[in-house]
């Protein structure tokens, strides 16, 4: 089955600093690769995704990149806001596979 | 419109007590359906998903069970809850076709074994 790491697990920035989130999968046959947003206590909430036949994808101040050949994709937020804090996810398909998650702090 | 529904939402249990979670989804038919577990500070472990009625694929062994008794009804059951089931359960499913689906979570169901 499908293998997603992420890193890092922690991840500390200065507001206004970008933030950059990087995933692995094992299955070549994926194809489409989320990023979700949790807040404490809260569901994952989709922020973002990408499909195989592109390569970025941007909206407002997230990013996410992907290459196919390395099977790694990545999260890119930039001009980071407080309300940035949170766990993010990656996933991959097939079967909705997670990375381990990463947990962001904006320090203001 | 096409919505989750997930209940309950939070739940305090004995160990040895069974377990039942739900999870409907309106607006949609024959959704592809997922159980995933949250232990507190961790990541999403997928437990079961169902592709149709009475289909269900299990990821991981353990103490749980999953059916699927109506196309859009996705049931989470445990005969003898273990403190180690306790957790964050979320219920997902996955909407769209072709290249335009994604997937989507329920509120969650806070589970606490004691």
């Known amino acids: 089955g499908e293998n997603v790491e992420q890193h890092p697990s922690t991840l500390s920035v200065q507001e206004g600093d970008s933030a950059v989130i990087k995933c692995t999968y094992s299955?070549?046959?994926?194809?489409?690769f989320p990023w979700y947003k949790q807040e404490l206590g809260k569901r994952p909430q989709l922020i973002i995704d990408i499909r195989s036949n592109v390569g970025e994808k941007k909206d407002q101040r997230i990013a996410v990149t992907l290459n196919k050949t390395a099977k790694h994709f990545s999260l890119h937020i930039t001009e980071t806001q407080p309300e940035d804090s949170a766990v993010y996810f990656c996933?991959?398909?097939?079967?909705?596979?997670f990375g381990a998650g990463t947990t962001v702090t904006v320090r203001a | 419109s096409q919505t989750i529904h997930q209940w309950p939402a939070t739940l305090v249990q004995p160990v040895g007590s069974p377990l039942s979670l739900e999870c409907t989804v309106e607006?949609?038919?024959?959704?592809?359906l997922y159980w995933y577990r949250q232990a507190a500070g961790r990541g999403l472990q997928l437990l079961f998903y169902?592709?149709?009625?009475?289909?269900i694929s299990s990821e991981v062994p353990q103490n749980l069970s999953a059916s699927r008794p109506q196309d859009r009804q996705f049931i989470l059951s445990s005969k003898k809850l273990l403190l180690s089931d306790s957790g964050f359960y979320l219920c997902a499913w996955k909407y769209g076709q072709g290249a335009g689906y994604g997937y989507t979570f329920g509120s969650g169901t806070r589970l606490t074994v004691v």
């Open positions: 996933a991959a398909t097939g079967k909705l596979s």
């Open positions: 607006g949609t038919s024959n959704p592809n």
């Open positions: 299955d070549s046959a994926s194809n489409y």
């Open positions: 169902s592709v149709g009625i009475g289909q």
